[in-house]
C-alpha cells in the first residue's frame, strides 16, 4: 500500500477529514470551498429527484449525510468505502434515516447492475488501483436515465504537467489528462459529458441515457465546453 493509501486508512485522518483536511487540501488545489462543491454535487446529481444514490469512497460520510438531505423523503445515499476507519467514522457521526453505509472495493462494487439514479465520487480515483476499472463500474450500476458526477486530479498536457504527474507518483497520486475521463465515459455510452477544470482538479459530469434513447456521447473536446 503506498503512502497516499496508508494516510487514507490512518485512524487520525478519520477523525480530521472533513473539518479540517478535505477543506484544507480542496481549496489550495482548486480554489473552490466547500460549500461550492456541495453545490455541484446536488445541481450535477439533480438530486431533488434522485431515488437511490451512491457515493463512492464516501470517507466519514459527511458529504453522504448531506447528499441524503437533499434528496426527496423516499430517497436514500448508499456510501461505500474500502477504509474501517473511515466507515467507523461515518457510522457513529453520520448515519442517518436516509443514509447507510457498506465497506467494498470501488473495483468490484457489490451491487447488480443499474442499480443507482445518482453515483458520485468525490476526491478519490486518483487513489483508487485501477481507477479506470472502478470509473466503468460506476457506469455499471448507473441506471439509464442516471446521473454521474466526478471530482479528480487533473495535470494539463505539457511540461509543466509532465512534472506533476511524476512528483504526485512519489506518494502514489495519480494525474489524470483532460481526455482520459471524457473519453472513457463517450465510449461507454453515456452523453451530456461535461467537465469544468479548477486548478489541479477536473469536475465531471456525465448522464446514462434512458432506455430507447440514442446513445450519443459527447465530450467537451466535442462540444466546446470545459478544456
Sequence with gaps: MNLARRTMNAP???AVYERVWRPTVFYLASGRTN???RRF?????HLHSARRALDIACGPGNFTRFLSEQMPADGYVTGI????PMLARALADNSGPRAGYVRGDARFLPFPDETFDAVCCF?????IPDPLVAAREMV???APGGRLAVTTSYRPDNP???LTRRAAGLSGLRMFGGR???ELFAAAGLVEIDQEVHRFLQYLTAVKPATGTPSRGEHPAASGRGV
Design 180 to 182: 482520459t475521463f471524457p
Design 123 to 127: 476526491g478519490a480515483l486518483y487513489l
Design 12 to 14: 487520525a485522518l478519520a
Design 140 to 142: 455499471r450500476v448507473l
Design 160 to 162: 509543466f504537467g509532465e
Design 35 to 37: 460549500a461550492a462543491d
Design 81 to 84: 468505502d474500502y477504509s474501517p
Design 41 to 45: 454535487a446536488v445541481d450535477s446529481l
